[in-house]
């Protein structure tokens, strides 16, 4: 069974910068994509990044495209999602997501729907 646990987040000041790491465990994930989703009081879930852990090939929502960067460990087994230039806008329970399915469009994986395991979230609030 797939396991993901977050880590990393907490209260920052505008401006700051927050790396969020996800343990995955269970699986050898290299047939797997992964994603960073959010979601903040309120709020619906919004997709971040998302990462073909093979080869490394990332997407990134136009929200934070320049300020984040999604990357992975292969060797740890661990997604990080690098948060820098916060704003209080991107506070969020921030959530890791994980899929075997290869839907060869990068779109599909900003659905959290297309995702089958995730993580319990990590807080992070930015104030300004």
């Known amino acids: 069974q797939v396991q993901l646990v977050e880590s990393g987040g907490g209260l920052v000041q505008a401006g700051d910068s927050l790396r969020l790491s996800c343990a995955a465990s269970?699986?050898?994930?290299?047939?797997?994509?992964m994603g960073w989703f959010r979601q903040a009081p309120g709020k619906e879930r919004e997709f971040v990044a998302a990462?073909?852990?093979?080869?490394?090939?990332?997407y990134s929502a136009d929200s934070v495209k320049g300020r984040f960067t999604i990357s992975r460990d292969g060797a740890k087994n661990t997604l990080y999602l690098q948060m820098n230039s916060l704003k209080p806008e991107d506070t969020a329970v921030y959530y890791c997501?994980?899929?075997?399915?290869?839907?060869?469009?990068?779109?599909?994986?900003?659905?959290?729907?297309?995702?089958?395991?995730w993580g319990q979230g990590t807080q992070v609030t930015v104030s300004s």
């Open positions: 269970g699986r050898t994930f290299n047939s797997y994509y």
């Open positions: 997501a994980a899929t075997e399915i290869n839907y060869k469009r990068w779109d599909y994986y900003t659905d959290g729907a297309s995702y089958d395991y």
């Open positions: 990462i073909r852990w093979s080869g490394g090939n990332t």
